[in-house]
């Protein structure tokens, strides 16, 4: 973590001030140590570069797991793609000029896949999870200065409220045990006038049919491991299988709909090698969360109007895409 980072960091819950001690590192860049609050004495390690608010195990653990096996599977520079900076430009759509020295928040940032879109247009990243993915995070990251990666709870956030002069959250907030409590506390890091993004799954009266929710009612409680060397033994099978179904006329969108495999056959971007390693950990992705609840675009006006925002826009309704101004 960079020593800046300790402008914005405080205590979770107390909001108390942090003290570095027995830091390590040199030029700025402190690989270890631990953070003391004034107030309460509790100490927070900096592990690896990395200030830790968390327990290790946690709800969050299958993203953990998951983003550190899987790290390049998604990052444009890796596949060499450009499918993550397309989504954010799409989701979220800030610029250089935009975010050039401001403070931005990542709100889950898994492997990081838009933290590297977004850390190349020159923000004060800060990229956050609730996993060790965090650890997938600083690996993605490790070439640019202007990033810390901080492991922590979108319920207790170690920032005050308004720290940020922007915040995004894409694909996250629906895995979390209170998705409309999650979507406040990220807008409340934002100061008044700044600008934030959410992109939730969409819950329709036929959601909970989807293959994917009838299966994990078993997978979910199955350890990941067993769930991922299961999902990488059928996968020979279930590939090809749905390669050839989810591309039927009509025919392909029930079926989509019915098997709960995340074979994205109308990709043209990457390579079918490259595919079948998106379709092992996006499958597992479904199927492996502990939460997964999807909101409607109702509850996040709800949310949104409770906090004052003063304005927001529904980009898509499904899934939910919500920009607005704080």
Not at 17 to 27: I, Q
Not at 204 to 227: C, E, F, G, M, V
Request: charged residues 20%; neutral net charge.
């Amino acid at each position: 973590m960079r020593e800046k980072l300790l402008e914005i960091l405080v205590e979770p819950v107390t909001g108390s001030p942090l003290t570095l001690r027995a830091a390590e590192g040199a030029g700025g860049d402190i690989s270890g140590g631990e953070l003391l609050s004034e107030s309460s004495g509790r100490t927070y390690p900096i592990v690896r570069g990395i200030p830790r608010f968390v327990p290790v195990e946690n709800y969050a653990a299958s993203f953990g797991k998951q983003w550190n096996k899987f790290r390049k599977e998604q990052l444009d520079s890796a596949v060499g793609a450009t499918a993550s900076q397309v989504r954010f430009d799409a989701e979220a759509g800030w610029t250089s000029a935009d975010l050039s020295g401001k403070w931005l928040l990542d709100a889950g940032c898994g492997a990081g896949r838009f933290s590297e879109v977004v850390a190349a247009r020159g923000p004060n990243l800060v990229s956050m999870d609730l996993s060790s993915a965090v650890d997938a995070t600083r690996e993605t990251l490790c070439r640019f200065n202007n990033v810390d990666v901080v492991q922590a709870s979108i319920f207790e956030p170690p920032f005050r409220p308004g720290t940020f002069d922007f915040a995004y959250c894409i694909g996250v907030l629906q895995h979390t045990p209170d998705p409309p409590r999650a979507t406040g506390s990220v807008v409340q890091l934002v100061r008044p006038g700044g600008r934030f993004a959410l992109t939730i799954y969409a819950r329709q009266p036929w959601t909970k049919l989807n293959a994917k929710y009838l299966a994990r009612r078993l997978t979910r409680h199955i350890s990941s491991d067993t769930l991922l060397s299961a999902i990488e033994l059928a996968m020979p099978v279930l590939f090809p299988a749905t390669d050839m179904l989810f591309r039927l006329p009509m025919l392909g969108k029930v079926a989509q709909f019915t098997i709960p495999v995340a074979n994205y056959v109308g990709r043209k971007d990457i390579t079918r090698a490259q595919r079948y390693q998106e379709t092992v950990l996006d499958t597992f992705d479904m199927l492996a969360p502990t939460f997964d609840l999807p909101m409607t675009d109702r509850e996040v006006d709800g949310v949104l109007s409770a906090l004052g925002a003063q304005s927001w826009d529904f980009r898509t309704r499904v899934p939910i895409n919500c920009v607005g101004v704080r």
